[in-house]
């Protein structure tokens, strides 16, 4: 079971000057014995377990922008203020002006053991741009200058932890919405879909039933297993949805999802949550 608030990233985001909701989007594709994942919405905090659950002992924070700390002068505090003010202890490490800048880099990066992760990301307040990697307890200030220089020059397109081999997962998020992961273990990218599911039926409980948090049971990996082999790329949109059941049409994508790119005419799948027996089903839109 998973709790779900009103304040999700499926309840406040919305698309295009309509204010339509946000879809669910899903795109994996595997690559050097990575696998690589674009999806929404989901915010950071939302899937913190998940990253948990893979990583090394610690976890760097790599990228931090944020409107919930600004200074004086409008900026976004430093990263280890904001890691005070959450009480959350942690190792700095400064890299300098040069990567001032420079996407996805900080000027300084905090290292910090990853059961204190969730403790970060306690929902309090969003950050609009944020970069988390695993990394092992023990590692030392020239490893985290040669990851820093690895994740401040890759291309868009090329995979980073075939060249960081003791990191297992490499998180970025942008606007608490957008989700771009890269992994090494094969099982994350169905855990993320199967929370995606629930995340966006929970949002459509909250929002009916004007509770702060709707309690949602996750479907089992064979579900979003079976939704992986079928396609490498879905969009996902509420159906019918009452205090008892809630339906979530899914259709195929020629490729990963967009911003404009609009549900098709028909949906290709339905999946079901039955609230009163925490159970999903899966069935032709046909």
Excluded at 59 to 65: Q, T
Excluded at 101 to 123: I, N, S
């Amino acid at each position: 079971m998973i709790e779900v608030g009103q304040q999700g990233a499926f309840s406040v985001n919305s698309v295009g000057p309509e204010g339509l909701p946000f879809p669910l989007s899903f795109s994996v594709r595997e690559a050097e014995g990575l696998w690589r994942v674009s999806a929404g919405a989901a915010q950071a905090g939302e899937l913190v377990d998940l990253f948990v659950a893979v990583a090394n002992e610690a976890v760097a924070v790599v990228s931090l922008e944020t409107n919930s700390y600004l200074d004086e002068d409008w900026h976004t505090l430093r990263p280890a203020l904001i890691a005070a003010d959450l009480g959350v202890p942690c190792r700095v490490h400064t890299l300098g002006s040069w990567a001032s800048g420079t996407h996805g880099l900080a000027e300084e990066l905090l290292v910090l053991d990853r059961d204190l992760l969730p403790r970060l990301l306690d929902g309090t307040w969003s950050p609009y741009e944020l970069t988390l990697i695993d990394v092992p307890a023990d590692v030392t200030p020239d490893q985290l200058d040669e990851l820093a220089l690895v994740l401040g020059t890759a291309d868009v397109d090329q995979p980073v932890l075939s060249h960081l081999g003791d990191s297992r997962v490499w998180f970025s998020g942008h606007d608490d919405c957008y989700v771009f992961l890269e992994t090494q273990d094969p099982a994350l990218p169905t855990a993320l879909l199967a929370r995606l599911l629930s995340l966006l039926a929970g949002s459509a409980l909250a929002g009916i039933t004007e509770e702060p948090l709707s309690r949602v049971p996750e479907p089992g990996p064979w579900l979003p297993e079976q939704l992986i082999a079928t396609a490498p790329h879905w969009i996902g949109a509420l159906g019918n949805v009452t205090q008892d059941l809630v339906t979530i049409a899914l259709a195929v994508l020629p490729d990963p999802w967009h911003l404009g790119v609009s549900f098709p005419r028909q949906a290709d799948l339905t999946v079901t949550l039955d609230v009163r027996h925490g159970t999903w089903r899966i069935a032709s839109a046909g």
